[in-house]
């Protein structure tokens, strides 16, 4: 079977001539070294340069990564190799290591050594743990030695490419080769060995324009490969794919099957020619140096090779090798959490004399095929015994366990359960790919032909470029994925056998109504299953979805951390299986009666959905819960739903506070019931407002509730608590609005706001306003005695606050009146009162500083009666959140700094003169 190598251009990149390439085994990075003197590191998911390195004005012919150190050494034709942090960019050591050109540094796997190689023709061997010595040096090239590689499966041992024509193979701790190689007619450029199998390969390139294939152990030439037009520079083995790459100087790139040496692919970019080759265990890309650049590709699909049964047998296939493993033997006591890896004993079940691309279970299980090479064999999946095999580029299992086929682009073969052929089919038009089931597909690049496998009469032609096909168990529903969408479709088998049966025609398009369109998704499937109704599958972005009966809701399962491809499903255990590329099986929990009841109630069929909800485990309430309050069913979602958290969030939104009200008091949630109080308030209900809110100890919450109901016990209480908790502000208001002035001037003097204290007594009980002045001066004092002194008290400097007496006079008169609060529902009768202020409405009436006549006293009353003392807006006094009194800018007091000439102080943005009054060294007359 020829290869077929699905390759794609990951990375292009102009550069200087590179002259070698490595690849960094975690970070998505390749690194190059150029002819020009420097290193580059490229981010290949990015496409950008991460580092760059300028080592010297002369060529860089090898530098590689040591990843567990954080390096990266190169050498050069300086004859110096240097060693950087590629973190830090820092030298890590620089030393003088030939006296010719350096042509290549090779690092060991696992020890701290380095190999170098040179046109001085030796190679030595250096140990970074003893300071970079050299321990070693190997002699007995007779030319420049142009490449060293350690070998893989015995990294004692390693191999040397000289232009002396020869190959030698070295060990660690001996001075002389083991053996020489001789093959090539001209000198030898490059070196690599098998690392895919058993095989004990190597293969060399060089100047004849040829590639060979040795084996090290006969020491015998197995091939030689020939179609290059000039100097083969660049070999390898690649880790992953049955596959030689060969590079050389005529610019192009050639793939070879390792198996068959076969030329599978030739590539040319166009950078002229190729210097080198860079390749990563476990990874499919492969990078490649120009003249002219970088690039790296991928080269086939990741998905692994494998196949599970029914009863949770899995076989894969890693090279030519098959393993199997049995996901029952994970036994109950072993919970494994969803997405974690399962700790499956690997047993090996035999090899395979072709290099498998594909290994499928036939339905019940018995036979597994493994098709490649161009052949396919089918083995029993027990004892791995081989029952029948041919030729087949594709091979396909039908729902019967018959199979198919397609030997060639015009040659279908279908054969029955017992290997015997029946039919050989020609198709009229180029068949690329076959699908089996329960119809057996053929495709072209544009269209897709069903055919029943019984007489192989065309059922329906869908215009459609198919990627993949998945049928239900049923038969019933079938799943078409192109590259970008896929399709959901009802196969109406009973309309298909009427027409037939009925001796109708069929045309070039087959049945008309063979197939019915249920549904078009526009995501990119990347592998699929069908459970039941409901079509399971990977999209581009990893994530694991579902879409149940065609329906078109699709819901995500899991975010997938990684690529990983469903293997299977197992009803019994309720869980789907992905296996990664690196054959690491995870599961999933997946209810069938899950799936049932949310495409019950998708398709409005909600007695039977009822009927389900029974079969479904407790521990998936929540998630049905989550799937109604998606469909817009908040009161059944509230039903169904047992996370606490969950219920009272659903019980707000749709406004059921007793049932929020009984979680608060269960869960005793400080949040919850704020939540709740809040709610309650702005829906009315007030006594449960007050319930929540006390519960939480929202302290502005109940200042907004007492505040508006007029509850002065309410606010009393409240002043008391907020006061114990050092909430100030509250406790300020409170005891504001309950006209208690006096607590409100000790807890401004409490708090060490006593300037404020002093504005709020000059405002509203000026007769304790020299007692706080007296507490002010004290305290500035200690910080400006000459702005102490210029505060001037009110008894001893009256002339100096205007109105002073009228003030102390309203003060005693309003004072019996503060402890009388109306309730909130007579606001409507003060509402319309008159604003004027108090000391107003003195002067208004020519009260003077003397005793006042009964009849003005009442004209007062009645204003205090009416409205009371009005904030204006210089007297207002803001509240401090944090502790206590906030200065409103309106009263900011600013004190002269030293040096003040008339030690003047200014309130509310006028001078002391108009409220405080200035007070000299000799107060005035």
């Known amino acids: 079977m020829p290869l077929r190598l699905d390759i794609k251009r990951k990375l292009a990149q102009r550069s200087e001539r590179v002259k070698s390439v490595d690849l960094h085994p975690t970070e998505p990075w390749i690194l190059s070294s ?208 049955p596959i030689i790459i060969t590079g050389s100087e005529d610019g192009t790139v050639r793939m070879w099957h390792s198996t068959t040496y076969r030329l599978e692919n030739t590539l040319n970019y166009g950078l002229e020619r190729v210097w080198a080759l860079g390749y990563m265990k476990g990874s499919r890309r492969v990078v490649i140096g120009y003249d002219e650049g970088t690039i790296m590709i991928k080269i086939g699909r990741e998905v692994p090779v494998a196949s599970m049964d029914s009863s949770g047998k899995i076989i894969w296939a890693k090279h030519n090798e098959i393993q199997t493993v049995n996901i029952k033997s994970v036994g109950v006591d072993n919970e494994i959490a969803d997405g974690d890896r399962l700790p499956l004993a690997v047993k090996e079940l035999g090899s395979c004399d072709l290099y498998p691309q594909t290994l499928r279970h036939n339905p019940n299980g018995r036979f597994v095929v493994v098709c490649g090479d161009g052949e396919y064999i089918i083995y029993t999946a027990l004892a791995w015994r081989n029952r029948s095999f041919g030729s087949a580029l594709e091979f396909v299992w039908s729902t019967d366990g018959e199979y198919a086929v397609r030997e060639s682009t015009s040659r279908i073969k279908i054969y029955s359960k017992n290997f015997q052929e029946k039919k050989s089919i020609r198709p009229s038009f180029s068949a690329e790919r076959i699908f089996g089931g329960v119809l057996l597909a053929m495709c072209t690049n544009d269209f897709i032909c069903f055919y029943d496998w019984a007489e192989c009469r065309l059922i329906r032609r869908i215009d459609v470029n198919v990627k993949n096909l998945y049928w239900a168990d049923s038969g019933d529903l079938v799943t078409i994925a192109s590259d970008t969408s896929f399709y959901i479709l009802k196969y109406n088998r009973d309309v298909v056998s009427s027409h037939l049966d009925g001796g109708g025609s069929v045309g070039e398009e087959g049945v008309e109504d063979a197939f019915e369109l249920l549904h078009e998704i526009n995501e990119r499937v990347r592998t699929g299953l069908w459970v039941g109704d409901c079509f399971i599958y990977n999209n581009s972005s990893w994530r694991l979805n579902y879409c149940v009966g065609g329906e078109v809701s699709v819901t995500t399962l899991f975010h997938l951390d990684r690529p990983m491809y469903l293997l299977g499903y197992l009803a019994n255990q309720s869980r789907v299986y992905l296996i990664d590329k690196q054959f690491n099986v995870v599961g999933y929990t997946l209810l069938l009666s899950l799936i049932e009841y949310k495409t019950l109630v998708m398709r409005g069929d909600f007695d039977r959905a009822n009927d389900i909800l029974s079969s479904i485990p407790k521990e998936q309430y929540d998630s049905v819960a989550r799937f109604l309050e998606s469909r817009g069913m908040l009161e059944e979602a509230l039903e169904i739903a047992t996370d606490t958290n969950y219920r009272f969030d659903l019980a707000v939104q749709l406004g059921r506070l007793e049932i929020a009200k009984a979680i608060a008091t269960e869960v005793q949630s400080e949040s919850k019931w704020k939540q709740l109080g809040e709610l309650a308030m702005s829906t009315g209900k007030l006594d449960m407002a007050e319930e929540c809110l006390l519960h939480a100890m929202d302290l502005s919450g109940l200042l907004l509730l007492y505040s508006s109901l007029g509850d002065a016990d309410g606010i009393t209480k409240l002043a008391s608590v907020a006061k114990e908790q050092g909430k100030n502000n509250v406790s300020f208001l409170c005891f504001f609005m309950l006209g208690k002035l006096e607590e409100c001037l000790q807890l401004l ?49 009256s002339n100096l606050f205007d109105d002073w007496q009228i003030a102390l006079n309203v003060e005693a008169t309003v004072a019996p009146k503060r402890g009388i609060y109306p309730p909130a529902e007579e606001y409507m009768n003060h509402a319309e009162r008159s604003s004027e202020s108090l000391v107003e409405a003195f002067k208004n009436m020519h009260v003077h500083e003397e005793a006042l006549p009964d009849d003005d006293e009442d004209a007062v009353n009645e ?38 000439t008339d030690g003047a102080v200014l309130v509310n943005g006028n001078s002391s003169e108009e409220q405080w009054g200035t007070k000299n060294e000799e107060p005035s007359a």
């Open 749 to 797: 003097i409490e708090s060490n706001r006593i300037p404020e204290a002093a504005l709020m007594a000059r405002s509203y009980l000026p007769s304790k306003a020299p007692e706080i002045v007296a507490l002010w001066k004290k305290d500035l004092q200690k910080v400006n005695p000459k702005a102490a002194e210029s505060l001037a008290d009110p008894n001893e400097y």
């Open 34 to 241: 150029l002819y020009s003197g420097s290193v580059c590191i490229w981010n290949y998911q990015t496409q950008t340069m991460v580092k760059s390195f300028e080592v010297t004005d002369l060529p860089v012919r090898s530098a590689k990564f040591i990843s567990r150190k954080q390096w990266v050494v190169a050498g050069a034709d300086d004859m110096v190799i240097r060693v950087y942090n590629y973190n830090t960019m820092d030298k890590v050591k620089v030393f003088e290591a030939h006296t010719d050109y350096i042509r290549c540094v090779a690092v060991h796997p696992t020890q701290p050594f380095v190999l170098s190689s040179s046109d001085d023709m030796l190679i030595k061997l250096w140990d970074w743990d003893k300071g970079w010595v050299c321990t070693q040096i190997f002699e007995g090239h007779s030319h420049y030695v142009m490449q060293v590689t350690f070998n893989p499966k015995d990294t004692n041992t390693f191999a040397s490419a000289s232009l002396d024509r020869t190959i030698k193979i070295w060990s660690l701790g001996s001075p002389d080769p083991n053996f020489t190689l001789d093959g090539h007619s001209k000198g030898v450029n490059c070196v690599d060995y098998f690392t895919g199998g058993d095989r004990p390969y190597l293969i060399t390139g060089s100047d004849d324009q040829t590639a060979k294939v040795w084996d090290y152990q006969t020491k015998s030439c197995v091939q030689t490969l020939e179609g290059h037009a000039h100097n083969v520079s660049a070999v390898c083995f690649h880790p992953e794919l």
């Open 863 to 900: 204003v205090v009666e009416d409205g009371g003392v009005e904030e204006s807006q210089e007297d207002a006094v803001e509240v401090d959140a944090e502790d206590g009194v906030e200065e409103s800018q309106d009263d900011a007091v600013e004190v002269e700094a030293e040096g003040s």
